[in-house]
T-cell receptor, first 109, second 114 residues
Framework: DAKTTQPTSMDCAEGRAANLPCNHSTISGNEYVYWYRQIHSQGPQYIIHGLKNNETNEMASLIITEDRKSSTLILPHATLRDTAVYYCIAKTGANNLFFGTGTRLTVIP | DTAVSQTPKYLVTQMGNDKSIKCEQNLGHDTMYWYKQDSKKFLKIMFSYNNKELIINETVPNRFSPKSPDKAHLNLHINSLELGDSAVYFC?????????????FGAGTRLSVL
């Protein structure tokens, strides 16, 4: 599985878009990019995933660069409940997910 | 209905005891997992079961043994508990597919070994 690199922490004003970057420069052609988040004291929660096309669901959008070496998770209108640790994972399937240190997003009122 | 449920939510016990944590999923998934999250918040996979077969064991001590009576349940039994076993344990499940599988997690069991 490709290594991913994320900033340790970010702040975002409530109501604004939160853009969380992830680098995965060694990603292989069949590896998907998954995003999960963990709100304090809860189990991780799946957000979105993609292979090469941009993806959008009710929670977020995922923008993957054309060379697939990086991606950005976008929470379009961050709320206080979006404060969490966000994990970017690159792999071929869901089994054996490797959770790194992630990005701690703090949404500020 | 909770998709992935774990019991108990909290478990406090003495060193040397044997304990079990239960996990049930009602999603019809064929693969279940156990993760450990330590005090530094690192989340690491311990086991997964697919159709009653162990398919991952990430160098976990053999004091830990997963038991799956059926594909909806994956229980974690721990023998001779040690202080270092104190952590939050998460159960998860997924449906094997075409590389786009998603894992669904339980709320966690906070184990404290005294």
């Amino acid at each position: 599985d490709a290594k991913t690199t994320q900033p340790t922490s970010m702040d975002c004003a409530e109501g604004r878009a939160a853009n969380l970057p992830c680098n995965h420069s060694t990603i292989s052609g069949n590896e998907y990019v998954y995003w999960y988040r963990q709100i304090h004291s809860q189990g991780p929660q799946y957000i979105i995933h993609g292979l090469k096309n941009n993806e959008t669901n009710e929670m977020a959008s995922l923008i993957i660069t054309e060379d697939r070496k990086s991606s950005t998770l976008i929470l379009p209108h961050a709320t206080l409940r979006d404060t969490a640790v966000y994990y970017c994972i690159a792999k071929t399937g869901a089994n054996n997910l490797f959770f790194g240190t992630g990005t701690r997003l703090t949404v500020i009122p | 209905d909770t998709a992935v449920s774990q019991t108990p939510k909290y478990l406090v016990t003495q060193m040397g005891n044997d304990k079990s944590i239960k996990c049930e999923q009602n999603l019809g998934h064929d693969t279940m997992y156990w993760y450990k999250q330590d005090s530094k918040k690192f989340l690491k996979i311990m086991f997964s079961y697919n159709n009653k077969e162990l398919i991952i064991n990430e160098t976990v001590p053999n004091r830990f043994s997963p038991k799956s009576p059926d594909k909806a349940h994956l229980n974690l039994h721990i023998n001779s508990l040690e202080l270092g076993d104190s952590a939050v344990y998460f159960c998860a499940s997924s449906q094997e597919g075409t590389g786009r599988d998603i894992q669904y997690f339980g709320a966690g069991t906070r184990l404290s070994v005294l």
